[in-house]
């Protein structure tokens, strides 16, 4: 009945921007917390930003500090990842998360996720 859906990955140069989106059903929105993480190849899945309920808190990991913005939409139950001054590292599949824990950054600390989205930076 949850069901968390990614989309807007794909491939861009270094330097570039893209624009993540993922669209929330089966949950009361508005109440949890949402996270974006992401995997690279070989890589342990790791926290990358959160936003409150409110959206008027968030936070994010320090590699993407700066260049990364998220954002939400209650009433789309839709939220956003922007992210500008791509590099390379940044290369992984990206997933949305649903959680209650103010501040999560850890896998375990989210009850929902969705599909994942690749994205692709090329140097």
């Known amino acids: 009945q949850v069901q968390l859906v990614e989309t807007g990955g794909g491939l861009v140069q270094a330097g570039g921007s893209l624009r993540l989106s993922c669209a929330a059903s089966?949950?009361?929105?508005?109440?949890?917390?949402m996270g974006w993480f992401r995997q690279a190849p070989g890589k342990e899945r790791e926290f990358a930003a959160a936003?409150?309920?409110?959206?008027?808190?968030?936070y994010y990991a320090d590699s993407v500090k700066g260049r990364f913005t998220i954002s939400r939409d209650n009433a789309k139950s839709t939220v956003y990842l922007q992210m500008n001054s791509l590099k390379p590292e940044d290369t992984a599949v990206y997933y949305c998360?649903?959680?209650?824990?103010?501040?999560?950054?850890?896998?375990?600390?989210?009850?929902?996720w969705g599909q994942g989205t690749q994205v692709t930076v090329s140097s």
């Open positions: 089966g949950v009361t929105f508005a109440t949890y917390v």
């Open positions: 998360a649903a959680g209650r824990k103010l501040e999560g950054r850890s896998p375990g600390e989210y009850e929902y």
């Open positions: 936003i409150n309920w409110s959206g008027a808190y968030t």
